[in-house]
């Protein structure tokens, strides 16, 4: 496949939107970009109208490219053996070999066990129950900018858009958020690396004041942050923040929901920051596009007894054996080296776009997990949201399927297969795109 565009969206899309809106419930559809794929293959997808996109949005998930033909075939052969039996009743192999994968592979030579269930949410969900419950301890720390899910417990720890909290304010108690190590619009007006990571430093002050240490559980975080704006931290960030929280002996939980699975060039980025955390978890790239999440941890953390936690679908053989096979493909295709050289590539690419433009303020990439930041003026950095949401509306209409996320920022997340010539295809794009909100905007 290649982009061929007529009319984006056309008729029959369109159609699909507003019935769509009539029958499901609000949620985060994107309504001026709606897509509706019907074949997809590679990184790029046929919609109803007969048009051709190339999609920079599911590789957030679907990392080996859409219908990847060995992965096809492994998915077809479980659904022929047997479909679904109950994982945290029953055992089964494919259940316990996906388990021991991610035993061996997450950072940390301790051993582990490991909670399957079905989202990111879920893993996050299960991870503050293990901390909270090992410890004897109810105060969990987060980052602002955090996105953790939207389910009760979780939603306690989301500190990305008040929106996501609005009208619903019976979350847990006790938990806490501090600033992110988010360099470009620093919450302290300091400059990396001058202020000495103040910003982790900082919170051992938190401790003196308001944040008993001995009633803190665990710290969750993501070494990017994603919804909050693919924030790519200072590399030596969370080993200092690992450091305090070991000297009060609190519990490291690494949310790797978005960044597992080998976007950042690692198996997980905790690697990449120089990491081992307690407890990681896991979804969206984990299955290749089949519902899984995963919450990994030291074994001495797990729960005592029976029924104190489970699930209905958690570790179902169809995921199990996804599972199974991406980790397989990453390895024998050689995709953490591609992750790495291709998002080199995108660096370059980008940074020269950057150059070039009057409303790109920052850059940033750490393998296929790729921000552009946009703002109205470089050195006010006041977010131009409208700027954003036109290249992303403009780049759909020219056949280049992307996503927001922050508050001004795009997001990439390439399939790993992509090509240095599908780069420059979609570099292309987006360079038309700003161009033409630069001429209207500014």
């Given at each position: 496949?290649?982009?061929?565009?007529?009319?984006?969206?056309?008729?029959?899309?369109?159609?699909?939107?507003?019935?769509?809106?009539?029958?499901?419930?609000?949620?985060?559809?994107?309504w001026d970009t709606p897509a509706g794929p019907v074949e997809a293959k590679g990184i790029y997808f046929r919609d109803k109208d007969g048009n051709v996109l190339m999609d920079w949005t599911n590789g957030m998930v679907v990392i080996l490219g859409h219908n990847h033909p060995r992965w096809n075939e492994s998915v077809i052969d479980q659904i022929n053996k047997f479909v679904y039996f109950n994982g945290p009743d029953f055992v089964y192999d494919v259940q316990k070999e996906a388990a021991k994968i991610l035993t061996q592979i997450t950072p940390g030579n301790w051993k582990k066990k490991v909670f399957f269930c079905n989202s990111g949410t879920e893993a996050n969900e299960a991870a503050m129950k293990l901390a909270r419950i090992s410890q004897k301890k109810?105060?969990?720390?987060?980052?602002?900018?955090?996105?953790?899910?939207?389910?009760?417990?979780?939603?306690?720890?989301?500190?990305?858009?008040?929106?996501?909290?609005?009208?619903?304010?019976?979350?847990?108690?006790?938990?806490?958020?501090?600033?992110?190590?988010?360099?470009?619009?620093?919450w302290y007006n300091m400059t990396y690396p001058s202020c000495d990571l103040y910003c982790i430093r900082v919170i051992e002050r938190y401790f003196q004041h308001n944040l008993p240490p001995d009633d803190v559980a665990a710290f969750i975080f993501e070494p990017v942050q994603g919804e909050g704006g693919y924030i790519v931290p200072p590399q030596e960030s969370f080993k200092l923040l690992k450091s305090i929280l070991d000297k009060y002996g609190i519990l490291m939980i690494a949310d790797e929901v978005q960044t597992g699975f080998g976007k950042s060039g690692y198996m997980f980025a905790s690697s990449y920051f120089g990491v081992e955390p307690d407890i990681i978890t896991i979804a969206k790239a984990i299955s290749n596009g089949l519902p899984m999440g995963a919450t990994v941890f030291r074994a001495s953390l797990d729960f005592k007894e029976q029924g104190m936690h489970?699930?209905?679908?958690?570790?179902?053989?169809?995921?199990?054996?996804?599972?199974?096979?991406?980790?397989?493909?990453?390895?024998?295709e050689s995709l953490l080296k591609r992750v790495v050289d291709m998002g080199n590539y995108f660096k370059q690419k980008l940074y020269e776009l950057m150059e070039n433009s009057r409303t790109i303020g920052d850059v940033r990439v750490l393998g296929m997990?790729?921000?552009?930041?946009f703002v109205k003026d470089r050195s006010t950095k006041e977010p131009a949201k409208e700027i954003r949401d036109f290249v992303v509306k403009r780049a759909?209409?020219?056949g280049l399927l992307l996503l927001s996320c922050g508050q001004s920022v795009i997001r990439i997340t390439a399939s790993?297969?992509?090509?240095?010539?599908?780069?420059?295809?979609?570099?292309?794009?987006?360079?038309?795109?700003?161009?033409?909100?630069?001429?209207?905007?500014?």
């Open positions: 496949m290649s982009i061929k565009v007529t009319q984006i969206p056309g008729p029959k899309v369109e159609e699909i939107a507003r019935e769509e809106r009539e029958l499901l419930a609000t949620s985060t559809k994107c109810n105060l969990i720390i987060g980052f602002l900018g955090a996105f953790h899910g939207r389910t009760q417990g979780s939603l306690s720890v989301t500190a990305s858009k008040s929106v996501q909290r609005k009208g619903y304010t019976s979350y847990l108690n006790n938990s806490f958020s501090v600033p992110y190590p988010y360099c470009y619009r620093c489970s699930n209905t679908f958690g570790g179902n053989p169809l995921s199990c054996r996804s599972l199974i096979e991406v980790y397989n493909i990453i390895q024998e997990l790729i921000g552009i930041e759909y209409e020219k790993y297969i992509i090509t240095q010539q599908e780069i420059d295809e979609g570099i292309r794009i987006i360079k038309e795109a700003v161009e033409e909100a630069e001429k209207l905007f500014l």
